[in-house]
């Protein structure tokens, strides 16, 4: 089981500057030393994560197909992936979109639960239909990760207390993560009123790029 507290996702993709083996478990050591409870990562950096922190990690593949709009563990193939690591937890994409292949949410919750029953799962969602729709699927976490990211969502303002608030309020039977856009120190003191059972906060802490871009784009020397 997850931790309660904050979880820091250390992810790099190919095309980031901090892609590579051993960073990313170099990173998650040090949102550990500050305190993190938990660390979100892709897939090929589970087991050196594993190997340097003595915390749950949440596993999940990031993987484009094209014409499809899904990309966290879109499919069985990606969650094989996941599945074949020591996370504690695997994430997916639990949108009502179409999946690649003609897969199904339904069906690819019932393939994870028998060949790691061992193994919870979290729904990353964008909507509250979405996380009712996980919660009736029996996802053990239910994730606001998407919030603002697809069509249903794009005009919400991050990071969407307000929406999370709903989804805490709403859901009964999974735990409720608050993710997406937190920036601020102020933002998660207002989320810890909202009562989620964990905050995952991701590139205002483990993006150096993103968050040097940040203050790029305020530096205004005369």
């Known amino acids: 089981m997850l931790n309660r507290g904050l ?25 550990v030393a500050g305190g993190a409870c938990g660390i979100r990562a892709l897939y090929y950096d589970v087991e050196s994560i594993k190997n340097t ?3 749950p990690v949440i596993g999940l593949v990031k993987q484009v ?17 996941v599945m074949a690591t020591s996370a504690d937890c695997l994430a997916m994409d639990a949108t009502l979109r179409p999946r690649p292949n003609g897969e199904t949410l339904e069906e ?8 790691r029953p061992d193994m919870e799962i979290m729904a990353d969602i964008a ?18 990760t998407l919030r603002g990211y697809t069509k249903e969502s794009k005009n919400a303002r991050l990071p969407d207390i307000g929406f999370m608030k709903k989804v805490v309020k709403t859901i009964k039977n999974s735990k409720v993560i608050a993710e997406g856009g937190i920036f601020e120190r102020g933002e998660i003191r207002k989320i810890s009123k909202i009562n989620p059972y964990a905050v995952v906060i991701g590139s205002s802490i483990t993006r150096p790029a993103v968050i040097t871009s940040r203050f790029v784009k305020n530096l205004n020397l005369r």
Do not use: W
């Not at 197909?65 to 992936?81: G, M, Q, V």
């Not at 909507?127 to 606001?144: C, H, M, Q, R, V």
């Open 7 to 31: 979880i820091v996702s250390c992810q790099a993709c190919e095309n980031e500057p901090l892609y590579g083996y051993g960073i990313m478990n170099l990173m998650a050591k040090a949102a």
């Open 53 to 55: 922190v003595n915390v």
């Open 65 to 81: 197909y094209a014409d499809n709009e899904i990309y966290i563990t879109p499919t069985k193939k990606e969650a094989d992936l």
């Open 108 to 115: 690819l919750v019932a393939y994870v639960r028998s060949v």
């Open 127 to 144: 909507t509250e239909e979405e996380a009712k729709n996980a919660e009736k699927l029996g996802f053990d976490y239910i994730s606001t």
